[in-house]
């Protein structure tokens, strides 16, 4: 005891042992502050993770549907607007604005049932399509039809939620055209010039070229 009481001479011994007590509570104290800090680092940490996760799974589980415009089937100078869900849910309520599609003329066999198209409400599954006609350039004994060769097409549609999303896409087909690959249709036929043989040259053309569409 004698060291205790010479720590503690002059003062009363129960003075001591409540300076003791405080100051142990004080150490007490300020290890359970380190301790909510840590604990409240801690769940800031783990709710930043669920944010980051709970986001990454809303993009990869919501719809994306995706305009592009590529060589049509009816021949050279033709073009297609092929709309696909790249999404893993499904897209509803599409409707788009185009800007460049007027009736060009009393001929033009796109505009007003494209219009008709893209007026309507559309509704896509995950990984469905639709191609439609979209353009025909002017060539010798074809007049122009659809959209201009340069428009802009703004895409909007909701997810099963109804969450909102849009998308703008612009096209050139003066600029695609020049470097577009087209399928041939087969060579010419050099023989037979009876009727038969000429329908069955032409078939054999728009079949190949079909084919080469396929892998678009």
């Given at each position: 005891?004698?060291?205790?009481?010479?720590?503690?001479?002059?003062?009363?011994?129960?003075?001591?042992?409540?300076?003791?007590?405080?100051?142990?509570?004080?150490?007490?104290?300020?290890?359970?502050?380190?301790?909510?800090?840590?604990?409240?680092?801690?769940?800031?940490?783990?709710?930043?993770?669920?944010?980051?996760?709970?986001?990454?799974?809303?993009?990869?589980?919501?719809?994306?549907?995706?305009?592009?415009?590529?060589?049509?089937?009816?021949?050279?100078?033709?073009?297609d607007l092929i709309v696909r869900n790249y999404g893993r849910t499904s897209a509803r309520q599409i409707t788009y604005t185009v800007e460049g599609l007027?009736?060009?003329?009393?001929?033009?066999?796109i505009a007003t049932p494209l219009a008709s198209y893209l007026e309507s409400e559309r509704w896509l599954a995950p990984g469905a399509r639709e191609r439609?006609?979209?353009?025909?350039?002017?060539?010798?004994?074809?007049?122009?039809?659809?959209?201009?060769?340069?428009?802009?097409?703004?895409?909007?549609?909701?997810?099963?939620?109804?969450?909102?999303?849009?998308?703008?896409?612009?096209?050139?087909?003066?600029?695609?055209?020049?470097?577009?690959?087209?399928?041939?249709?087969?060579?010419?036929?050099?023989?037979?010039?009876?009727?038969?043989?000429?329908?069955?040259?032409?078939?054999?053309?728009?079949?190949?070229?079909?084919?080469?569409?396929?892998?678009?």
């Open positions: 005891m004698t060291g205790w009481v010479k720590i503690v001479e002059g003062v009363p011994v129960d003075a001591a042992l409540a300076w003791v007590a405080a100051i142990a509570a004080a150490v007490t104290a300020l290890a359970t502050i380190g301790l909510l800090v840590g604990a409240v680092g801690t769940l800031t940490s783990a709710r930043r993770q669920l944010s980051l996760l709970r986001a990454q799974a809303e993009r990869e589980g919501r719809p994306y549907v995706v305009a592009e415009v590529v060589p049509g089937f009816h021949g050279a100078g033709s073009w007027t009736k060009k003329n009393p001929e033009d066999h439609v006609m979209w353009r025909h350039d002017p060539a010798k004994g074809i007049t122009e039809s659809g959209v201009d060769a340069r428009s802009t097409v703004r895409v909007r549609y909701r997810d099963e939620l109804g969450t909102p999303f849009s998308d703008t896409f612009v096209f050139d087909t003066g600029v695609l055209g020049a470097i577009a690959p087209v399928p041939t249709t087969g060579p010419e036929a050099t023989s037979g010039a009876d009727k038969p043989m000429r329908n069955l040259a032409h078939a054999l053309r728009a079949i190949a070229s079909h084919i080469g569409e396929l892998r678009r």
